[in-house]
T-cell receptor
């Protein structure tokens, strides 16, 4: 079974731009979650999608948004990028009431 | 809202000694408790998990214990080795299938 994949792996943007990150979950997993991780920090929860609906949301500003498609693939969008948005963005998928499998992450640098 | 508290945030142990990381959860109906290890530059990966109908689970040098009455669970690593140096995250899955992570413990194995 293929693991969780994320594209792109690395991204460099400038302040004010917007960015879209993509995540393909493990086949059969309907839940996809997104996390932001900065150096030395934990996993900051952004949101979770389940069957194309946002099921849970963390405490991030509205500049951070996401969606999920009928094939469970998910995208995350950040608009009006700020320097503080530089981070590793992790996507994870799971089946209900089971472990999460993480993707390799997208490292975003905002200049 | 639901919460998972993890202690300590940093732990240094001599190689060969044992390490213990503790987590407390707030939702008494939580039923699944995974532990993840994140090595430097890598994604978090599951190392052991326990469900609420079991009090203890072991896998070689790693064990997890669960006390449902006190609502806490712990990770025990015996005979620590240099490759155990990493950040460890505990998590709990709530009655409504939300996964909540602790803030992480940075474990240093001293030579």
């Amino acid at each position: 079974k293929a693991g969780v994949t994320q594209t792109p792996r690395y991204l460099i943007k400038t302040r004010g731009q917007q960015v879209t990150l993509s995540c393909s979950p493990i086949s059969g997993h309907r839940s996809v979650s997104w996390y932001q991780q900065t150096p030395g920090q934990g996993l900051q929860f952004l949101f979770e999608y389940f069957s194309e609906t946002q099921r849970n949301k963390g405490n991030f500003p509205g500049r951070f948004s996401g969606r999920q498609f009928s094939n469970s693939r998910s995208e995350m969008n950040v608009s009006t990028l700020e320097l503080g948005d530089s981070a590793l963005y992790l996507c994870a998928s799971r089946q209900s009431y089971n472990e999460q499998f993480f993707g390799p992450g997208t490292r975003l640098t905002v200049l | 809202g639901e919460n998972v508290e993890q202690h300590p945030s940093t732990l240094s142990v001599q190689e060969g000694d044992s390490a213990v990381i503790k987590c407390t959860y707030s939702d008494s109906a939580s039923n699944y408790f995974p532990w993840y290890k994140q090595e430097l530059g890598k994604r978090p990966q599951l190392i052991i998990d326990i469900r609420s109908n079991v009090g203890e689970k072991k896998d070689q040098r790693i064990a997890v214990t669960l006390n449902k009455t006190a609502k806490h669970f712990s990770l025990h690593i015996t005979e620590t080795q240099p490759e155990d140096s990493a950040v460890y995250f505990c998590a709990a899955i709530t009655w409504d299938d939300k996964i909540i992570f602790g803030k992480g413990t940075r474990l240093h194995i001293l030579p």
